[in-house]
C-alpha cells in the first residue's frame, strides 16, 4: 500500500527558503507522476507542481520562479524548495502521487501534510 | 486560469438526506473534474475522477455527473461519516486549480 510521508521545518522565517521533503513507501517515485499542493490554514487548496522523474516539471505560474522540485531515486524521496518566503507562503503542505495520462489529472493519495509556518 | 465556483459553500443536512454541490468553471473543461473529501485535520481523499468515476472503495451513495462547465456531486442518502468538506479540481487546462469547497454540516 502507497503511503507518503512529508517532513521539513514547521518554522521558516521570511526572505528564507522553504524546504519541504516527501517519502514514498509502498511504490517507485519511478513509476508515477508526483505533486505537491498547498493549503493556507481555513482556506482552499492550492496546486503546486508536479513532475516525473524523467521529464520537466510543472510549475504553477503564480509561484514559478520560487518553486522547484526535484526528485531522488536513491532515497525514494521527492522534494519541494520555495525562495524567498513570505507569510502568505504559510499552510499545510501536502504530498501526493499525480495520475496523470494527458489532460487528465488527479491526486492520490495524499500524504497527512505539514504545517509550514513563515514567521521571524 | 480556470476558475471553479463551487455552491453553497456550506450546506446543512439531515441523515439520509439528498445532497447536492455544484461546481461551475469558468469555460470549458469538457469532463475532466474530480472530486475530493476533505475531513477536519486530515488530507484530502479523492472520491471521483473523470467526472463521474467512483474510486474504489468509495460507497455508491456518491456519485458525480456533468460535462462542459457545469458539474454535480450527489450523496444519496447523507451519512454521519459524510461529514466533511468537499472540494472540485479541474485538469483539463493548467494550472490544476480546486473550487473554493463546500462544507457540509448536519442539520
Known amino acids: 500500500q502507497m503511503q507518503l510521508q512529508e517532513s521539513g521545518p514547521g518554522l521558516v522565517k521570511p526572505s528564507e527558503t522553504l524546504s519541504l521533503t516527501c517519502t514514498v513507501s509502498?511504490?517507485?517515485?519511478?513509476?508515477?507522476?508526483w505533486s505537491w499542493i498547498r493549503q493556507p490554514p481555513g482556506k482552499g487548496l492550492e496546486w503546486i507542481a508536479f513532475?516525473?522523474?524523467?521529464?520537466?516539471?510543472n510549475y504553477n505560474p503564480s509561484l514559478k520562479g520560487r518553486v522547484t522540485v526535484s526528485l531522488d531515486t536513491s532515497k525514494n524521496q521527492f522534494s519541494l524548495n520555495l525562495t524567498s518566503a513570505t507569510a502568505a507562503d504559510t499552510a499545510v503542505y501536502y504530498c501526493?502521487?499525480?495520475?496523470?495520462?494527458?489532460?487528465?489529472?488527479?491526486?492520490?493519495?495524499w500524504g497527512q501534510g505539514t504545517l509550514a509556518t513563515v514567521s521571524s | 486560469d480556470v476558475q471553479l465556483t463551487q455552491s453553497p459553500s456550506t450546506l446543512s443536512a439531515s441523515v439520509g438526506d439528498r445532497v447536492t454541490i455544484t461546481c461551475q468553471a469558468s469555460?470549458?473543461?469538457?469532463?475532466?473534474l474530480n472530486w475530493y473529501q476533505q475531513k477536519p485535520g486530515k488530507a484530502p481523499k479523492l472520491l471521483i475522477y473523470?467526472?463521474?468515476n467512483l474510486k474504489t472503495g468509495v460507497p455508491s451513495r456518491f456519485s458525480g455527473s456533468g460535462s462542459g462547465t457545469d458539474f454535480t456531486l450527489t450523496i444519496r442518502g447523507l451519512q454521519p461519516e459524510d461529514i466533511a468538506t468537499y472540494y472540485c479540481?479541474?485538469?483539463?487546462?493548467?494550472?490544476?486549480?480546486f473550487g473554493g469547497g463546500t462544507k457540509v454540516e448536519l442539520k
Open positions: 479540481q479541474q485538469c483539463d487546462h493548467l494550472p490544476v486549480t
Open positions: 469555460q470549458d473543461i469538457r469532463k475532466y
Open positions: 473523470d467526472e463521474s
Open positions: 509502498g511504490a517507485s517515485i519511478t513509476d508515477f507522476y
Open positions: 513532475m516525473y522523474y524523467s521529464g520537466t516539471p
Open positions: 501526493a502521487r499525480a495520475r496523470v495520462a494527458g489532460p487528465k489529472v488527479w491526486f492520490d493519495p
